[in-house]
T-cell receptor
Framework: EDQVTQSPEALRLQEGESSSLNCSYT??????LFWYRQDPGKGPEFLFT???AGEEKEKERLKATLTKKESFLHITAPKPEDSATYLC???????????FGSGTQLTVLP | NAGVTQTPKFQVLKTGQSMTLQCAQD?????MYWYRQDPGMGLRLIYY???????DKGEVPNGYNVSRLNKREFSLRLESAAPSQTSVYFC?????????????FGPGTRLTVL
């Protein structure tokens, strides 16, 4: 059974204070690992897909990395508008649907 | 280009009432999904449809039925609502091909069952 665990559950940062969110996973053959951003009252919005260990992707202040057991979402010099819940999900070679973690709620204080 | 739309946005039901949540997409994607999201539990798959004319159970299908009306529309029906079905429901679509390998989500339906 595929499993995804995200940590921490909640994170409060000062504006400009860089940090990382963790997504640990257990799958029987990884087809892809996905990061989403979710704002209150809205649906998840796609950020990145990573396919193999060592892969990295960047978008503005966000950088996602992948190892064989976990993925990190690094946030550099965050701004208040980066406040949201960040979701991680995996798609295994044996499954036809995504398995989601419970998310990390990020708050960036001005 | 509206992407994925869901109706209604909010709904309050009494225990035992029935209702249908509607989802429509204009992205020509083959696969469509219904999730529920509860605090601390992440997104859980209820049902999905890999293509028009097919549907399959997900992780939490009990108490729900689905219909893939055509390629654009995928509805979720609660025949006899229960308080445990109070949740936020999201519809999502999934295109083919590695280059666009992600799910696209609708804005959600907030359902309260009293």
């Amino acid at each position: 059974e595929d499993q995804v665990t995200q940590s921490p559950e909640a994170l409060r940062l000062q504006e400009g204070e860089s940090s990382s969110l963790n997504c640990s996973y257990t799958v029987s053959g990884l087809r892809g690992l996905f990061w989403y951003r979710q704002d209150p009252g809205k649906g998840p919005e796609f950020l990145f897909t990573l396919y193999s260990a060592g892969e990295e992707k960047e978008k503005e202040r966000l950088k996602a990395t992948l190892t064989k057991k976990e993925s990190f979402l690094h946030i550099t010099a965050p701004k208040p508008e980066d406040s949201a819940t960040y979701l991680c999900a995996v798609l295994s070679s044996s499954a036809r649907q995504l398995t989601f973690g419970s998310g990390t709620q990020l708050t960036v204080l001005p | 280009n509206a992407g994925v739309t869901q109706t209604p946005k909010f709904q309050v039901l009494k225990t035992g009432q029935s209702m249908t949540l509607q989802c429509a997409q204009d992205m020509n994607h083959n696969s469509m999904y219904w999730y529920r999201q509860d605090p601390g539990m992440g997104l859980r798959l209820i049902y999905y449809s890999a293509s028009e004319g097919t549907t399959d159970k997900g992780e939490v299908p009990n108490g729900y039925n689905v219909s893939r009306l055509n390629k654009r529309e995928f509805s979720l029906r609660l025949e006899s609502a229960a308080p445990s079905q109070t949740s936020v429901y999201f519809c999502a679509t999934y295109p083919q091909g590695r280059g666009t390998d992600t799910q696209y989500f609708g804005p959600g339906t907030r359902l309260t069952v009293l």
